[in-house]
């Protein structure tokens, strides 16, 4: 039960999706993790011009539907369109949770700012 990553994974929304779906259907999912029984992955929501964006908690991919969780990260569930993109990108949260990760599990102490 891990969060999954893989380098340069970005597709394109099939169909249009409101606020409130919790499947989406992509173009083409296979630059995405395989998800194991209780791995998932954090994939992010856009407009091509980015000036709607919204990050979905990823547990299941079967073909080219990724079921998700929505408004994740602070990020407000949002409607999108054919074509917006979906992609794994790194963001605050994920990069502090595996520093806080790692270091917790090897052991160091990190001084407190």
């Known amino acids: 039960m891990s969060i999954q990553f893989t380098n340069d994974a970005t597709t394109f929304l099939a169909a249009n999706i409101n606020a409130s779906v919790t499947t989406i259907t992509v173009v083409d999912a296979s630059s ?31 073909g080219n539907t990724l079921t998700v969780i929505r408004a ?9 369109t054919i074509e917006d993109r979906a992609q794994i990108r790194i963001t605050d949260c994920r990069a502090n949770n595996l520093y806080w990760d790692r270091h917790s599990f090897c052991n160091i102490s990190v001084p407190t700012q």
Request: include cysteine.
């Open 32 to 62: 995405f993790p395989t998800l194991a029984s209780g791995d998932h992955t954090y994939i992010t929501l856009s407009t091509p011009t980015n000036d709607t964006k919204e990050i979905v908690k990823c547990t299941a991919i079967a």
């Open 72 to 80: 994740q990260e602070g990020t407000t569930a949002a409607s999108f």
